[in-house]
């Protein structure tokens, strides 16, 4: 069964303090690593999917990154717009394209 | 990226009625339509997979009966929450995708109170 963990739960930086979050995974064969954003009251946004270990990608002040057993999105000089939650999910090379999430990391950037 | 579009965004209803949710690619063809169930501070749970005209395949524990879930063009698949009752209560949310593509585009979200 695949399993996604993120940490930490909840995270709070000032502006402008980078930092990254963690996106532990469990998967048998891996089709691709994808990384959304939601907002309060609203659908996942789509970021990033990442397909093998080393890949990297960034937009903006975000940059993912992926490794065999972790993938990481890391946060540079945020700002508070950037508060959201942070969904990590997989897809298995055998699914039928489904998606299996981990439960999110809450980010709070504060002025 | 490809437009998702949820309606309606809130409903409120009464328990033991019924509810349909709207879930439309605005821009593309979507071949495959997923349904997502998710509680507060939880992760997304699939619910159910559907493909344009075929019939949904549904998560272990996700009652086929309570949860219908329609494909029939393209553009537009619904999911009918049948005798509401309170613990139906959550924030459902379509995706939808297109053959041989990987990523999946998500609608807004529906909050669904059963009272």
């Known amino acids: 069964e695949d399993q996604v963990t993120q940490s930490p739960e909840a995270l709070r930086l000032q502006e402008g303090e980078s930092s990254s979050l963690n996106c532990s995974y469990t998967v048998s064969g891996l089709r691709g690593l994808f990384w959304y954003r939601q907002d309060p009251g609203k659908g996942p946004e789509f970021l990033f999917t990442l397909y093998s270990a080393g890949e990297e990608k960034e937009k903006e002040r975000l940059k993912a990154t992926l490794t065999k057993k972790e993938s990481f999105l890391h946060i540079t000089a945020p700002k508070p717009e950037d508060s959201a939650t942070y969904l990590c999910a997989v897809q298995e090379q055998s699914g039928y394209s489904t998606l299996t999430f981990g439960k999110g990391t809450m980010l709070l950037v504060s002025p | ?115």
Request: glycine share 6%; aromatic share 12%; charged share 15%.
């Open chain 2, 1 to 115: 990226g490809a437009v998702v579009s949820q309606h309606p965004s809130r409903v409120i209803c009464k328990s033991g009625t019924s509810v349909k949710i709207e879930c439309r690619s605005l821009d593309f063809q979507a071949t495959t339509m997923f349904w997502y169930r998710q509680f507060p501070k939880q992760s997304l749970m699939l619910m159910a997979t559907s493909n344009e005209g075929s019939k949904a395949t549904y998560e272990q524990g996700v009652e086929k009966d309570k949860f219908l879930i329609n494909h029939a063009s393209l553009t537009l698949s619904t999911l009918t929450v049948t005798s509401a009752h309170p613990e139906d209560s959550s924030f459902y949310i379509c995706s939808a995708s297109w053959t041989g593509y990987t990523e999946a585009f998500f609608g807004q979200g529906t909050r669904l109170t059963v009272v």
